[in-house]
């Protein structure tokens, strides 16, 4: 019994950590262009030398 009050205590800091650190990189815009960064791997950069003059 005297481990789970030790071990809720260290669960609810780790989550609240967790939480801190998402809420963070949210405010950093982390998150703004998803489908920008999926396609961006598609791209092959060789390709787009040859097409330019």
Do not use: H, N, Y
Not at 29 to 38: I, T, Y
């Amino acid at each position: 019994m005297t481990s789970m009050a030790v071990l809720i205590p260290i669960a609810l800091g780790m989550g609240l950590i967790g939480l801190c650190a998402f809420f963070w990189a949210l405010r950093r815009g982390q998150f703004v262009d998803l489908d920008g960064a999926a396609a961006r791997i598609l791209i092959d950069e060789a390709d787009e030398a040859d097409r330019q003059p």
